[in-house]
């Protein structure tokens, strides 16, 4: 890589973290027929120093570019096998692509990990539907790069609505305008307006209002959301276009929309329960279930 395009890089790394989570990424090693579309089955095996790297499966579906990775021979040790300190260089049709990475583990296997680009959107496609992938990574036990080529189809959209519907309670309102669902990931466009509810405690006030999804089973995909965002000051109208960056297992029959706020005290920190978590005051009165079409 070349140094003016590492030292750019590695300067975008630091304002926002390479490795957002070392927990269980959701990643599908194995896809169902139903959840695969056209995801990419590479097998592609590289050996340096004794040390094989594998890419199993790369999956793209127009918001998140997704590869599976998994070592055989070498230590491995504690964390993860991708070595972040050496920035991962992916190249689409023979050009660098300057998204930011993100390495998650996978708890059943600590010789596998997952390496994703999260694609901005700005009113235009970024990716081609389809194209050809090469990533250059490390790991941490060889100095040489692992490089692989492997050619990408995006994946199809398992669930589209654009329902309209609007719910209300008091003097806060919000209608979804729209939901897709992907292998990968969901996305929530809507649009609030009026007053939100008062905080669960009189001391604190309430964080705009926030969204969590939930399918006809109980399987809950939480909203995705920064401390900054949550203490942002509320405005009388918002829209919104939300990621999720998990998705269910399978097509539900139904999803259900269920708001809720973190409260935020005196101090301006946002409310925790004995485990240290912040604490969400749901809305009952506020849910909307969505029948999702087969």
Excluded: C
């Excluded at 708890?107 to 389809?130: M, T, Y």
């Excluded at 990574?137 to 398992?158: G, R």
């Excluded at 309430?206 to 939480?222: F, P, T, V």
């Excluded at 409260?263 to 506020?286: C, M, P, Q």
Aim: zero cysteines; proline letters at 5%; glycine letters at 6%.
């Amino acid at each position: 890589m070349k140094p003016e395009l590492r030292k750019k890089f590695a300067g975008a790394a630091l304002a926002v973290t390479l490795v957002m989570a070392v927990t269980g990424s959701g990643f599908p090693l194995t896809v169902s027929a139903e959840t695969s579309g056209q995801s990419t089955s590479s097998n592609l095996a590289i050996t340096h120093e004794g040390v094989t790297l594998s890419i199993s499966k790369v999956m793209f579906d127009g918001n998140r570019l997704d590869m599976a990775f998994r070592q055989e021979g070498g230590t491995v040790g504690k964390g993860i096998i991708i070595d972040i300190a050496q920035i991962p260089v992916l190249s689409v049709n023979g050009k660098r692509m300057l998204y930011l990475p993100y390495v998650t583990s996978i708890p059943e296997d600590e010789r596998a990990a997952l390496l994703s680009f999260n694609i901005p959107k700005d009113g235009k496609p970024q990716l081609a539907d389809e194209f050809k992938m090469t990533i250059e990574v490390y790991t941490k036990s060889v100095k040489e790069p692992f490089t692989f080529t492997v050619p990408v189809k995006k994946l199809n959209s398992l669930a589209t609505l654009q329902p309209g519907t609007t719910q209300k309670s008091g003097d806060f309102s919000y209608t979804v305008d729209y939901f897709q669902m992907t292998p990968l990931m969901m996305e929530l466009k809507l649009h609030s307006s009026g007053k939100v509810p008062g905080a669960a405690k009189s001391k604190g006030r309430s964080s705009k209002m926030l969204y969590d999804i939930a399918d006809e089973k109980g399987n809950l995909i939480q909203a995705t959301v920064s401390d900054i965002d949550i203490k942002r000051p509320i405005t009388a109208n918002i829209k919104e276009d939300l990621f999720y960056a998990a998705s269910f297992k399978a097509v539900p029959k139904t999803i259900t929309i269920r708001p809720f706020t973190y409260t935020i005290d005196a101090k301006g920190d946002i409310l925790k329960d004995s485990g240290k978590k912040w604490i969400k005051t749901y809305y009952k009165d506020l849910e909307m279930k969505i029948a999702v079409a087969k």
